[in-house]
């Protein structure tokens, strides 16, 4: 597939689905570039043409992954429809199938030790992500009195870190992971006790 990118054109974005391809196989540190133009059908210094190392690289691809994450997100929560209620937790469940289905961005994104912060295309698609889950809060607090609501960028934060987590000791097969509960149900779950204490969902 990034062989028959590069021949149409586009060398960037063929290196960008080897590097996905390579970071699946081996992880986000144990390939160079040099593996990922070969992979390309490229030479070793053609990725230079685009990207000053293997870090940019790979801040490419996580920032792809962002922008992806972030309309997945927004397709679930629906604006809102046919509940606030459903519909939030409906994201929640688009980040496990995003962790599940995107494994080489997500890893890119969140695993492979680069810095968000550096890189102002790649802060911008992380904070999009976030603001869909503050976005979905605010929806869900509408029904409470003003004074009463909880901070939504708290609540999305606490519900992205329930979720990462869930991926990661729960979702992805590791040895020690097994648990009766599939993955979809434990975040659905402990997100409806998180929200109970809140408030929003009343006894």
């Known amino acids: ?11 960037r974005q063929a290196l960008v689905e080897a590097t996905v391809q390579l970071i699946e196989e081996k992880g986000p540190q ?5 593996e990922a133009a070969r992979l390309a059908g490229v030479s ?17 691809v996580a920032r792809q992954g962002f922008d992806e994450f972030s309309e ?10 046919p ?3 459903t519909a939030f937790l409906r994201m929640g469940q688009a980040y496990l199938s995003f962790a599940a289905e995107r494994r080489g961005f997500y890893i890119a994104m969140f695993e492979s030790g680069i810095s968000i912060a550096g890189n102002a295309g790649l802060a911008q698609a992380s904070e999009r992500a976030r603001g869909m889950l503050v976005r979905g809060a605010e929806v869900l607090f ?7 609501r909880p ?7 606490h519900i992205w870190a329930l979720s ?22 434990m975040l659905e779950s402990g997100a409806l006790i998180y929200l109970r204490g809140l408030g929003v969902i009343p006894e």
């Open 72 to 81: 997945r997100l927004d397709d679930a929560f629906d604006n809102g429809r």
């Open 1 to 11: 597939m990034a062989r028959a990118s590069y021949h149409h054109g586009n060398l």
């Open 164 to 185: 990462h987590g869930v991926v990661e000791l729960f979702g992805r097969g590791k040895p020690g992971s097994r648990s009766p509960v599939a993955p979809a149900d």
């Open 44 to 60: 070793a210094a053609a990725p230079y043409r685009h990207f000053s190392g293997r870090d940019e690289l790979l801040e490419e």
């Open 151 to 157: 901070p939504p960028g708290m609540v999305a934060d």
């Open 142 to 148: 509408r029904q409470l009195p003003e004074g009463r």
């Open 30 to 34: 144990a390939f160079t570039l040099a």
């Open 83 to 85: 509940t606030p209620l």
